[in-house]
């Protein structure tokens, strides 16, 4: 049985009790006065009646008592509820980081929250009464506050930036959330506003928008931002019938300065090359970095090339004087490529290019000089193009051969060891000259390859000489300075001389002078591990590089070979003998061998074995030729 159900139970009870008590009460007292029956019948029936008055009366003050109780204990608990959720929107309203702010229909602000203040800068007794208008920014006109209250009255709310200010002055972006609120009527009664302040949200946006179009390093223009400005200059230029001129900046030799003094150097010395070039043009020039070591410059209203010409020369003037970066001073020059609108170009696209071209033309001619782009460089520029394709292609079908040079002892004139050359027989325009597609071969990177393959056919080509009956000191391999900085050179050598069986004594591996101080510490611990696989090393094109005599000292070398630029003039030139004789004694001082190359006539190889020079080449002993073709016996006398 349910509670409810025992109390009805009870209340019955006490209901019978004292109905059976009044009845029991009332009709003893009526007896006790009263004698005539017929009375005493009248005057029971009386309290009958007169006890259904009264428990009529009490019934209804017992229900009115318990419906108030009940009553009244739902309208407190409601209450109760009531005061909790409003607790909770309380702390959820102060909590929060957005503003919020509320305003009564008239748009007097009645109440705003923490975030509010902390965001704006106003206490709450600043705020309370007035305009959400004194935050207004001055950045929107009328009609953008017009939609704001045309929006609200329509569908009742609005989202959306908006620009305030703080107290402080300082104008800054709000996303915005303004909503219209009614009563049960549908009357309007307030207005609540909650934001968010997306400053940062904005700062980052123009952050990346920056990274994006600016050179992290420099903060210069990078090459997507360069390329939109010139093709608007472009456009401009056509329209107003003027030109424009581009200048396209490298560095030279700059990769020495980061692979001997290290990229933070080399970073601060661009900061400090990007800070000239803005001085030197100043505003009004758009200057940027496209990568690397790379800068270049539109001049805009810029109509012939003397003017361009005349920039450019300032940039050389500019380089010449030195850097101080950090504790070193350096000392670093440029190359400039320049283009012309409309002249040589008619987009940004080829005027890049163009000037590119240009400036490859400037290197080509020695470096820390400048350029104007001609037909015949996009003439050429195709060309290296296409060499490029086709020199992959050869690797692939074969196409390249392996030539050798013999080399001569000048004391005896006998041939005693052989260079290999690499050659490129092409399907249809033959056999390809090495100064067409090895320099096409370096600025592509296909020269490690190339040299890779090189070392393979040549000691397998050195394998079946001996097996032949053949004998030679050696066979002489060039390795590029791309092959020379890699890593995996020694792994090559190493297996190419386990698989082929040779020994390697018999292989002799021929490094530049340049290669070996473009990273003279990774240089030489190269070469001492190579040295340690017993294969000899010889300084190619000795004289032509920078080699201090403290770092040739240091280089475990067997041989010098000397530039073939240096015996050409010999015996006649006295600079090339004065260079010539310089070089075989100090190879003799330090006891390498010492080799001269490019022997074209018999005085030259006279000249230098009157000077003790020990080897020679040349197309006087012998031109490169198949191995088929060598010329075993062939020993010119050089005395007669």
Known sequence: MSVSS???????????????????????????????????????????????????????????????????????????????????????FDCTREGVLVTDRTGAIVHVNRALVEITGYTVEEVLGKRPNMFKSGHHDLEFYQGVFKSLQETGDWHGEIWNRR??????????????????????????????????????????????????LTDLPNRLLFTDRTEQALTSAQRHKTGCALLMIDLDHFKIINDSLGHNVGDLLLKAVSGRLQRVFGKGYTVARLGGDEFAVLIENCSNASRAEVLAQQVLEAMKAAFEVTSHQLFV???????????????????????????FKAKSAGREGYALYTEELTVHALNRIEVASDLRRALEQQELRVYYQPVHDLKTSRLIGVEALVRWEHPLRGLVPPGEFIPIAE??????????????????????????????????????SRLFARPELYTLVSTVLTDSGLDPALLELEVTESAVMEDSQGALEQMHRLRALGLRLAIDDFGTGFSSLLRLKQLPVQKLKIDQGFVAGLPEDNDDVAIVRAVIALSQSMGLQVHAEGIEHIEQAQFLLDFKCDLGQGYWFGRPVPASELDWQRAPAIRT
């Open 167 to 216: 107290k402080n002055g300082e104008i800054y972006p709000q996303w915005q959330t303004v909503r219209a609120i009614t009563d049960e009527k549908g009357q309007l009664t307030h207005y609540v506003a909650v934001f968010t302040d997306i400053s940062a949200i904005k700062k980052s946006q123009t952050d990346l928008a920056r990274l994006v179009h600016h050179d992290p």
């Open 443 to 480: 600025r592509t990177g296909l020269i490690a390859e190339i040299d890779a393959w090189v070392l393979e056919q040549a000691c397998w080509q050195m394998c079946q000489w001996q097996s032949a009956g053949v004998h030679l000191s050696f066979v002489a391999v060039n390795i590029s």
């Open 333 to 359: 020059s440029a190359s400039v490529g320049i283009s012309m609108f409309p002249g040589d170009a008619l987009n940004a696209e080829q005027l890049l290019r163009n000037a590119d071209s240009a400036l």
């Open 6 to 92: 025992r109390n009805a139970l009870r209340a019955a009870l006490l209901y019978g009790l004292l109905s059976v008590a009044w009845l029991q009460i009332t009709d003893h007292l009526l007896s006790s006065f009263l004698d005539d029956s017929a009375q005493l019948a009248h005057w029971q029936l009386i309290n009958g009646y007169v006890w259904v008055f009264v428990s009529a009366v009490l019934i209804f003050v017992a229900r009115s008592q318990l419906l108030g109780y009940l009553g009244g204990s739902a309208s407190l608990k409601r209450q109760r509820e009531d005061r909790e959720r409003l607790r909770q929107a309380a702390a959820v």
